[in-house]
């Protein structure tokens, strides 16, 4: 078919295929800059919350009242993607923790072994397709006195593809018929 074309519908077939081609490579790079863009961003702001969090947790630790530090870590309803999350004290023993009344289980997202992760006085996190588990160290004075572990789920990284995969479904949508028409009129 396509030697049977003249050169004018050849060139024209020829502009057609490299523009289809830039709009998959273009929407190719725009999901995965998306992507890359949220994650990023989620592991900095857990990262912020967990820090919060073991700050306002030092004295709670210290003073052996896991109460207080379950208050603090009740102010984490706020946020809905955070599925549960855990205060450690020095040795590694859970000392208060919170789960998200909307999730099942807490396990879902422990992609790090715990008692090596507890013993690292640096943060450390791990991504899944899924979750966002978040380790963060408490100091106090120079001291390691405990740990803080977030769990967040990723279902805004999925929405948020959701949504870019359907605005490129319309760009696709509405360019494709217009490239043929061009096709087609000449």
Not at 39 to 56: E, F, P, T, W
Not at 88 to 93: E, L, P, R, S, V
Request: hydrophobic letters at 45%; a positive charge; proline letters at 4%.
């Amino acid at each position: 078919m396509f030697k049977k074309l003249s050169i004018p519908h050849k060139l024209t077939a020829i502009i057609m295929l490299a523009c289809i081609i830039i709009l998959i490579m273009t929407s190719g790079i725009a999901i995965l800059t998306e992507k890359y863009l949220f994650r990023q961003g989620m592991v900095d702001k857990i990262m912020s919350l967990s820090r919060i969090v073991g700050a306002n947790s030092r004295y709670a630790l210290v003073y052996r009242n896991p109460e207080t530090a379950e208050d603090t870590l009740s102010t984490l309803s706020a946020e809905h993607h955070i599925n549960a999350a855990i205060i450690f004290d020095g040795d590694g023993k859970p000392f208060a923790s919170y789960r998200n009344p909307s999730q099942t289980s807490m396990d879902k997202g422990r992609c790090l072994a715990l008692p090596s992760v507890l013993e690292r006085e640096e943060e450390t996190y791990c991504i899944t397709s899924d979750h966002l588990a978040m380790f963060t160290p408490i100091f106090l004075d120079g001291e390691k006195i405990g740990s803080v572990y977030l769990l967040s789920d990723m279902k805004e990284l999925q929405r948020r593809l959701w949504y870019v995969g359907v605005r490129l479904l319309l760009v696709f949508s509405t360019s494709f018929p217009v490239l043929f028409s061009v096709f087609l009129n000449k």
